[in-house]
């Protein structure tokens, strides 16, 4: 999307947060499937969600070519997806297209 050109609505619904938004409550629905069937242990969605702040508006939001750096580690956000390293450049991106740990 051109930025100056996308009503803000727009953008959000667009956003690399809301897309990981939507990929974590497909993965919730997924996980409370296999509850219900008896293929993992009762309460572990509960488990992957326990203190998920994803979509809380009051937090800061990581926009493209920004980085972020807390306890050892630096994240760099591009259109693409998120790269998280530490010091030693091990770490994870996440992508649309590929989840990757390195």
């Known amino acids: 999307m051109i ?8 953008a959000e619904l667009w956003s690399p947060l809301r897309r990981y938004h939507v990929w974590l ?7 409370a ?4 069937a008896n293929l993992v242990p009762k309460g572990t969605a509960a488990r992957i969600c326990h203190g ?10 990581l926009d493209y070519g920004e980085l972020w750096q807390r306890g050892g580690f630096t ?3 591009e259109q693409t997806g998120i ?3 530490n010091a ?3 770490g994870f991106s996440l992508a649309r ?3 990757e740990v390195f």
């Open 83 to 85: 790269t998280c390293f």
């Open 75 to 77: 994240c760099k956000s």
């Open 33 to 36: 499937a296999m509850e219900d």
């Open 52 to 61: 998920d702040t994803v979509m809380d508006k009051s937090l800061p939001v």
């Open 25 to 31: 409550d497909v993965e919730l629905a997924a996980c």
């Open 3 to 10: 930025p100056r050109y996308t009503p803000k609505d727009f």
């Open 88 to 90: 030693d450049r091990r």
């Open 97 to 99: 297209a590929k989840q």
